[in-house]
């Protein structure tokens, strides 16, 4: 089984966060390539960027997916997830539907602890898209400006106050912690929090293992078969191959 | 005052009919800038044809938006839009927000009709977006195949069966005609329906004149102010600048 | 373009504050008549005084609309909206709806600064009966006694720091100033809030401009339609005229 | 104990039917008055005769309650009731809220079986503001012309044909008749439903009791205590001293 | 008229509690007999502890529920309630729901004072269940251990600044003391809260005389009909009597 | 690792089917221990059906589950689910919400394709409970008496024409496949459906596999922790031991 892995930001150092923690997420036998988007931002935390995000997360699905048996849009938030579903002929997953789905299995509500204050209205707006806002305790965030490539190891400490705060004030029966930036960190956290707690890359990996052991077949028709073929120009070869129906030269 | 109207999709044709029903709605002194798409699909009817569409428009908004005190995204489901709310200084609506805004005022549930099957069921996750889910009566759409520049002429009989349909059977009290090919149909049926009928790009229009009349403010904090300024690369030059806050050159 | 807005208070002085922000919002060419409820209380903070103020809006409504092109219930909370839209035969707007559908323009979520405490439960009703709550950050209201006459005069400060604290611990994306008493403080306030701000006469003198230049139609069949024909007894002749579908003598 | 029961409609007739099932279905030693509206229509089906008939009740209440336990607003749809709840210093209750609150303790979903097709979007809305939109599993409805003070005698069996539509293929699990007008068909068809049957008159009328025998305390803050007192003009003279708090002279 | 009052835990002392609301609450000629769970856990906070009540009280109910009009589960949170209403031949209802029917009739949104922190997750997810939770304002809790018996004695206090404290900073319009260690504590409150309050076992005996009285019909076909015949074993004789439809030997 | 597999009916026959689907879905490594209820009926198709399957399906937990990695209900409908998570110390997955995790990640809105037109409502309340109700298109069930052990056998082509249907005519992105009785026929209509079809026997043994692998911590606070140890009487070994925390003998 192959997973194609694309993270939607250009951070390099980010990539290699979400590498080496699907790594050690996957199952043996499953291997792992990682794309990083050719462009956009340092890190998505609002809608533009998201939209931006996605865009450059469509080029690399359609460029790299073939030889894959999924693939893992790799931020939160999953920019172009549910457009990249219809279109690709192999299951595609999101790190925040991936931990929500996780999260739904081990409690009643969660709690979302994310990296920058920002993003907390986006993220909102994207339970909600998932139908899942009646579930949500809260989001609580981290208010201190960033190096993208070291939360973890500069903010654990405020980020585990976070989560226990979201536990005790908030109701919170599991811990989502978002953000590829935090990539690895709940299995840092083990034992140290009251509640479950829940990484959007593990979820993500093993979720998509799911989904191709399941095999429960790709949509034709209704609103997920892919777009139907009809005149298109200018866009990337990839992507026009895709809308085109036509196989990968 | 000057709107710049932009069409996510590719079609000349229907740039044409938005224009002119934004022409007929504008107040005198109003100026429209028709742009469209230099990229992207025929007609968008499907999230990943949207996720396109946001782009396309992005890099048009990027590029043109100066010397305009507002701007339209002309299809309905409104790609991009709220990325663009937040990136550019001057208001930014869609063709279904408005819509949806001007059928508020007329009545409690309204109907949508379309164009296609396909597009339905994005349609209803649009208006769920928007938080007016309760206040959907029924989407119901067309079901032949279309030839997108002349939807109107060929099938006004069977769009009006649809809205009739929508009142006596969903208990639709506003009808909202949704697509940009049917630019200008309510015009047309006017006085042939027995409940108000709505059209997507001239209540754009219109709201974008009472938003820049209103003066009600950029946001500078919350979600919906510009994005951080952060590091990014590889972004076409007008939306590079747009992140980085730069005046235009 | 005529419009009639109707104060269901009693208040001249709040009468007055409402003209002022209407004409000052209206277009060139927009006239606007006054009325003043004939009965009831100095300010509606209660469901008991809405139900008078809608029937004194009823019966001047009733009275007056002949010549307008579109009427205007001018208090926050919209007393008697939902029926005059019914029984007129031109578009009935309210303040809260009116502001609520600005408000929808400009971010996702809005919170609402209102005057008194008592005010909250009502709005948060009125809110929730437009289908809006999931889109309500928060409602926040002074906690003083008031001069209703001068309530922007004395709380201009007070004002300003709900506002900001809406914003900062609520999320609001944008401001709803609610109540006819405050009327013009939007525009006051220009420029000193980082988030959009909304005014309820403003929006629904621009939105009933809207409403009459696209020409939507009246409802003649479903649930807006004018009430059925029946018999009735005791009415001012206004409203029986109108229930009987007599043209005004 | 001694209720004050208000038909909201001008129609002796109806007034009637109201008191027969009151006086059937009150215990032994409940007094019932009756009172029916001095001025409106003959039967309230929408939201401008509600509003109408809203201030008739209001009139009528403050004149007559004092020397009884409760108020009964005798029509569906509860015009007035949650004013009322806060003017008087009695429990005030609606046939809409007492039939559903007494099919909640029957079963999860139910369907309200009315009298005439426009009447059910308006009480839609009110189950809606009720909060039990998500129990409501379908409102049917007669579609013929009505003699008012005859329904049952002529519909019975359309009325029961609907109640069945309603349980197979609504999946009601309780049917709530609606409407003044059926005040007594529970009774005379119980037996021949396949599931419970409530009715608005004798659920009202025994919650009025219960709430009598319950005690539990009038509102004296909050948004349901009486409206604060402030300045008013031209009302009756029952209403003034109801918002003046004065006692009855 | 003979209730049926289950308590679906394993203390006496707390049906005793029970028992004296009850027979206070009740009207004159009816009568009541009290059953305590024959196994279970001295008080139910925890969903699992409710699986276990739920057992419990079905076995007594289908035990003794002969000769009885109607059949009360005894416990805030309801355990067993929706299957008991189908299983048994009487009405059947539980303290959440009619004190929540209670509340629903004195206003709009309510609060719930609980005993303990543990149980409010529960109690949250009951008024989900109840479809009421756009209705609950808060709820709040104990944070002492209790000596189960005597919660009212020690606490009533804390329990008085609770429900102070829901009023003020959470809306609430009315009060629901949950739970059956507060049974009777309603009424010791009487007169010193500034909203109206509400009590399970008092609400719960009065909406079964209600149901008793109306006699609205036992569901005989859809989800509340008695579950169909089919092969069961190692039941207790009770319950196997009831699934097979026997009259009891 | 080692799963625990409960089936909450004493249907031998039903345990097979369970078991084969469970073995042909678990990874290579995965161990299954099959458990069928002491007690209780052939088949749950009820509220009462499902409260007597949680209390069976708790023993066996108790009883069984040392020396398990994660335990599964095996029911659609999940009895006693959330009581169990709260008293195990391992993972616990019902079918119903690990079929809808899977589904989720597949389309927007799903239905569910049911054996018997009784179970449908219960069915609907568990999406409800799943806060998924907003995503659920609807439910289908067959209208034929089964036979339990073999509805996969002569139902096969009725049960695929609900599927179309509910893609046709509901608007269903993926097909939940519902009831132990079809465990593995997601299986055999493997291509013949044109939306992805999902199984909550194999969704069910993925998910608690990715549990045990991502390891994300048994609550030890809040409403999943194990519910407080209390005094308790009359409850089978393994249960008392379970709330007293004691280890297993």
Redesign the interface.
Known sequence: MRLLVINPN?SESVTALIEAEARR?A?PGTGITMQT???????I????????G??AT?QLAAEHHAGHDAVIVAAFGDP?L??????LPV?V?GLT??A???A??????FSIVAISQ?I???Y??VV????????LASIRALDKPLAIGNVQGEHEEALLALCERA?KED????IVLAGAPLAGL?RAL??R???????GV??AV??AE??C?????????????P??V??????PDA?ARL?DRQARP
């Open positions: 250009i997420s199952s988007a050719a462009f956009g931002v340092a890190y935390e609002t809608r533009f960027e998201s939209l931006i996605a865009y469509a172009g549910a457009g990249l579903r219809e279109a299951p997953l539907e991936s929500l789905a996780t739904c299995l081990l409690g009643h509500r920002r907390q209205a986006w909102r707006e909600e898209a998932n139908g899942l806002i009646e579930r536990v109701g919170a029966e599991v709940a083990r034992g929090l009251p509640v479950p707690v829940v990484d593990s979820s093993r979720h799911t989904l052991a399941l095999q429960p077949g790709k949509a034709t028709t209704g609103s997920f078969a777009p139907p009809k005149p298109n120009r200018g866009l992507i809308l």
